[in-house]
């Protein structure tokens, strides 16, 4: 399905992948758990990564206080992926052995007050502010927002690209931050997460490293906790409840992002790993994998896109069930939305500020 010629003129790369990929989901029914719930609204790049890279670089002796708690991780070999995939399309399979080194992962998602931290320190303007807009769900916009969009994706009208939508305001000009300080930053792309990772003095983790810490020391389990999405009835993390994307009954408290703390923590002690926020992770995009044991991967050489995992407060088992621990999805390093987050890891704890 093509775009409208105004829509191609202003938003061409994101706008065509998030077709293709809405295209590909409905091709295979509008229930089916790879759906597109919002996950892959792209931009394409244009040497933005290496400017950040530079950023970065130049940014990390002005550290500050943006050394969020860090919990330790135990070296160790795990089964990552599955060979009982949900979303075959997205690579989950198959099941191979992979050995990590011991490194530290933060504990919590990166919260609008620590994000602030690094603006603060260094003036950073992210790419959702240099563009001028960023997706949003249509179901946390204001009827003012909403009356001034004129483009909208057909295939995916819940997605709308927001002039003024950036992690201050993640909801468009006429929402603020300042009630969500704890909550999870948004709207940040791959190239954001890396220069404040940079300026805090760690890195993303790879999409082993991620995997490992989110099963928390459990093997072959969907969710960081075990099987059962609701143990005893409670919920464990924030994600769509009803009908996706029409009405979310927020019966776990929550109709939007929850703050970094909430819901309990996995076994390696580590806070909203799924649901909440999408988190990025430092590889390139494949879906082709070797059965061949391996150590410390860290994905192709190259590629387009970088491996998002995680899901969010937008992920429904109807439609985008991607809060598993084998989960994953990709976005350009240049892309942002309002259920996009990150969480640094490090090799050594970085000295305190």
């Not at 950023?55 to 708690?69: E, F, L, Q, V």
């Not at 994000?115 to 240099?130: D, I, L, M």
């Not at 819940?158 to 305001?169: C, I, M, Y």
């Not at 809060?323 to 976005?331: F, L, T």
Request: hydrophobic fraction near 35%; proline fraction near 7%; charged fraction near 20%.
């Amino acid at each position: 399905m093509a775009a409208p010629a105004a829509a191609r003129a202003r938003f061409p790369g994101r706008l065509f992948l998030l077709l293709g990929l809405v295209a590909a989901a409905g091709a295979a029914g509008e229930a089916a758990p790879g759906g597109d719930c919002g996950c892959s609204a792209s931009r394409r790049g244009d040497g933005r990564e290496a400017a950040a890279r530079r950023y970065s670089a130049a940014a990390s002796g002005s550290r500050s206080a943006g050394h969020g708690p860090m919990v330790a991780i135990p070296g160790g070999a795990f089964t990552m992926g599955t060979d009982e995939p949900e979303i075959q399309q997205d690579g989950e399979w198959p099941a191979r052995r992979v050995h990590v080194n011991s490194f530290y992962m933060d504990q919590y998602e990166v919260s609008n007050e620590e994000f602030e931290r690094f603006v603060n320190s260094t003036g950073y303007v992210t790419e959702a502010e240099k563009f001028g807009d960023s997706f949003v769900f249509e179901g946390m916009l204001s009827e003012e927002v909403k009356a001034d969009i004129h483009q909208a994706v057909a295939a995916a009208p819940w997605w709308l690209p927001v002039k003024g939508a950036s992690w201050k305001h993640p909801e468009g000009p006429d929402s603020s931050i300042s009630n969500r300080m704890d909550h999870p930053v948004l709207h940040v792309s791959w190239n954001d997460a890396v220069a404040f990772c940079t300026w805090a003095g760690k890195r993303l983790p790879t999409e082993a490293e991620w995997e490992y810490s989110c099963r928390g020391g459990l093997e072959n389990r969907l969710f960081p906790w075990g099987n059962k999405l609701q143990p005893k009835g409670q919920h464990y993390a924030n994600i769509w409840q009803g009908v996706f994307p029409t009405n979310n009954t927020a019966e776990d408290g929550y109709k939007g992002t929850a703050p970094v703390t909430a819901f309990p923590p996995n076994g390696y002690g580590l806070y909203n790993i799924v649901g909440n926020a999408w988190e990025w992770t430092s590889d390139w995009w494949a879906v082709h994998h070797s059965t061949d044991e391996v150590h410390n991967p860290k994905g192709p050489s190259s590629g387009t896109d970088r491996v998002k995992k995680g899901g969010s407060y937008m992920c429904h088992k109807s439609y985008c069930y991607r809060y598993r621990c084998a989960a994953r999805s990709q976005n350009t390093p240049d892309s942002s939305a309002s259920n996009l987050g990150f969480r640094c890891a490090a090799d050594t704890l970085p000295e305190p500020p």
